[in-house]
C-alpha cells in the first residue's frame, strides 16, 4: 500500500509542477538534475512514510489488542527466527 501511496504522490507532483519543471530547466538545470530533485522529493515521502506508518500503527495495533481481549501479546517481528 505503502509503494502504491508513494507513487501516487510522486506522479500528481510531476504533474502538478510542469511549469515549475520547465521554469527550472529554462534556468539551466539539466534533465539529469531534475530527475534526481524529483527522485529525492519521492524517497523523501517514502521515508516519512514509514516512518509516521511505524510511528502510528504499532500503538494503534497493540490499542485493538488490549481492546478486544484477545490476550495476544505485542511482538515486534525482528530478531524472532
Known sequence: MAVIGVGTTTGLTV????????????LGLGRRGLRLAIGMEAGLYGAMGGTLGLALG???AWLTIRAGNFGAPLLLPYGNC
Open 15 to 26: 504533474l502538478e509542477r510542469t511549469r515549475e519543471s520547465g521554469l527550472l530547466r529554462a
Open 58 to 60: 504499532v500503538p494503534y
